[in-house]
């Protein structure tokens, strides 16, 4: 930020309360009670979807001339954290809805954007996105799925795998190898995929440690036709689009482990209020009380550090992946130590499927390994930190 | 088209826990942050159906302090298109009587087809206020609705009235009111859109002296009711909470009924 730049204000405005404090309360009064019974089932949750798209959360990512609500990204994490304070399976509904449309919405077309945004922000559709493979994680610019140019089309073959709500979703942003001899960063381009085209299959699904109502599904595509109409941005662009997604992305999922930690700390708070031992609430043992603190403050600081990081990206911060990197490790780490804490402080009654500490615990995992492991964030990090000295 | 008027009251959270009397015996209205209350919020749903069904437009109308504005925004994130506040200091410690002309004088102003109110509110619980309006404008009073249901073209207004036997099927011509129960159905949540469609609603405030009610006929200096005393419900015997996780709790629980022979 420059010195001649308006300071803006370091509380969120009276509509991101607003908008928070009702996305809180539909959490708690309709996402809450059901989380337990997502996670047993392990079945998408559409009736939280629909609820999500009836009360336009899911629109908060899309700009309003598309029927969105036009939320900055601070607005939309705000959400994500919300309703992952509840369940996180839930959470991710809108973290992915933004994720899989974040291509169209930073490269796509007036055109593109016309055709597929209002269903998206309405919840009519909804979308997934599909860089990693089962070779190509970390290193996703060696991913193997190739788009072959035929005339007006592309064929697309290969397959995509962990893919979040890769089997529920009509829209995939399918990210192909359309030049195999260009350097590194140049082989990707970046497709909008409809999932009921003939070609596309949802091979299998994962069983998973959390997170279990989201389906993560492996895709293969068999001489997948997709209109060039449907590529986003030039052909070779596709990288950088994916790496501009997940600067973009990332603070979601920071979101989503705020929102875990939170709700883990407020079980174990409530816990040690009433659970008497030694003739008294065990939140009166110092050590229990300097477990509940460090929990607090941890989630605090992340927090803060998600909410700064959002404000910087969106204000178009020059060191945008550095922010995202930040606070998606700072929060993964944040979720793991305090659902763990938490599940300590209920003891035995946190290791028992009746609280849902080791529900969230087992759901905080998943933010310290997707959209970049935490070893990638350090990466990241150090990189940016690097190229200033 | 139907226009219809909803009385809403701002009153104390409950949720919020804090509720207390001030140095007056009066609800301190400052303790604790103030809603819709619900029964008015019962009332709103069951309009808003209505006009989504038949078209037209809601009109919130409230007597409540300035801050009752913001209150009111929970109403028209719902979907009422407006608010009309009655707020001056005079109206301090007003009485159900008060409370009743300066609204009817309010309504007036007002135009509607159907009232609809809350049977009653959180706070004062008196369940007087619609009918008091219905009586000093000359309106049908329809009470304890179950359904509601309306006929533009023919100026009707048709309600299912839950009665002690079961119910009771009565008809007024328009414009009525219509007191409001929970069987009407719950009140929608406002959506995210709503929200920031109600920040640019309107919501006119108004005096005492706007609505062209004098000082002598409403307020807390002419309250015709006075708080003389006030106390606590008598203490509930001995209450144990039983705590633990469910199986535990339940045989702990089954247990404590077989000991007193109730099962």
């Given amino acids: ?389 | 088209m139907l226009r219809i008027a909803v009385l809403v009251k701002p009153v104390p959270d409950t949720a919020s826990g804090g509720e207390r009397l001030g140095p007056d015996l009066r609800l301190d209205r400052q303790a604790v942050p103030a809603v819709v209350n619900a029964n008015d919020e019962y009332a709103l749903e069951a309009a808003l159906k209505l006009v989504e069904a038949h078209g037209g437009e809601v009109t919130l109308v409230s007597m409540a302090a300035s801050a009752g504005a913001e209150t009111l925004r929970k109403g028209l994130a719902m979907g009422a298109q407006r608010g009309v506040l009655v707020s001056d200091p005079t109206l301090a410690g007003s009485c159900t009587l008060s409370t009743v002309r300066v609204l009817a004088a309010t309504l007036r102003e007002v135009e509607f087809d159907l009232l609809l109110a809350g049977a009653d509110t959180s706070d004062g619980g008196g369940g007087v206020v619609g009918p008091g309006v219905a009586a000093l404008l000359g309106l049908p009073y329809l009470s304890y609705a179950a359904k509601i249901e309306p006929d533009p073209e023919a100026r009707t207004v048709r309600v299912r009235r839950i009665s002690p036997t079961g119910f009771d099927v009565i008809e007024a011509p328009l414009p009525a009111l219509v007191v409001c129960t929970q069987a009407l159905g719950e009140p929608r949540y406002p959506s995210l859109k709503g929200i920031m469609a109600a920040r640019t609603k309107e919501v006119v405030t108004k005096s005492l002296a706007d609505v062209g009610v004098s000082p002598d006929d409403a307020g807390g200096a002419v309250a015709t009711t006075k708080v003389l005393d006030a106390s606590k419900p008598a203490a509930r015997a001995a209450t144990r909470v039983v705590r633990d996780p469910a199986p535990a709790a339940a045989k702990q629980l089954v247990a404590f009924l077989a000991e007193r022979k109730v099962v």
């Fill in chain 1, 1 to 389: 930020m420059t010195p001649a730049e308006t300071p803006i204000s370091y509380r969120l405005t009276q509509e991101q309360e607003l908008l928070r404090d009702a996305v809180r309360t539909l959490a708690d009064d309709r996402i809450a009670p059901r989380a337990a019974e997502i996670d047993r089932t392990a079945e998408f949750p559409w009736d939280i979807k629909e609820l999500l798209a009836s009360q336009d959360v899911l629109g908060l990512p899309f700009p309003v001339e598309y029927g969105g609500v036009g939320g900055e990204l601070l607005t939309v994490c705000l959400a994500v954290e919300q309703i992952s304070r509840a369940c996180a399976t839930s959470g991710l509904i809108l973290a992915v809805q933004e994720l899989g449309a974040l291509p169209i919405l930073l490269a796509g077309t007036d055109d593109q954007k016309a055709r597929w945004l209002p269903d998206l922000a309405a919840g009519r559709t909804l979308i997934a996105f599909a860089l990693t493979e089962s070779e190509a994680g970390s290193d996703a610019a060696a991913a193997r799925t190739r788009a072959r140019r035929d005339g007006d089309d592309y064929v697309i073959d290969g397959a995509k795998r962990f893919i979040s709500q890769g089997s529920v979703a009509d829209l995939v942003t399918v990210f192909a190898v359309t030049d195999e001899a260009a350097e590194r960063h140049a082989r990707l381009s970046c497709f909008v995929v409809e999932t009921k085209s003939p070609g596309f299959k949802v091979e299998r699904l994962e069983h998973k440690m959390g997170i279990r109502g989201s389906p993560t599904a492996e895709l293969s595509f068999t001489k997948l036709r997709v209109p060039a109409g449907n590529r986003i941005g030039e052909e070779g662009d596709g990288f950088r689009i994916a790496m501009r997604t997940l600067d973009r992305s990332r603070p979601a999922i920071a979101a989503q482990a705020v929102g875990i930690a939170q709700g883990a700390l407020e079980v174990a708070a409530r816990y040690a209020a009433e659970r008497k031992q030694f003739g008294k609430p065990i939140g009166q043992l110092q050590m229990i009380a300097g477990m509940l603190a460090d929990m607090d403050a941890q989630t605090e600081a992340a927090r803060q550090l998600l909410y700064k990081a959002c404000v910087e990206i969106d204000a178009g911060s020059s060191q945008a992946g550095r922010w995202s990197a930040m606070c998606k490790l700072v929060a993964g780490d944040t979720a793991m130590r305090v659902t763990t804490d938490a599940v300590q402080v209920l003891g035995g009654y946190g290791y028992i499927d009746e609280f849902p500490v080791e529900r969230m615990m087992r759901d905080a995992k998943i933010t310290q390994l997707y959209e970049g492991t935490q070893q990638i964030q350090r990466l990241v990090i150090a990189r940016s930190l690097l190229r200033r000295v």
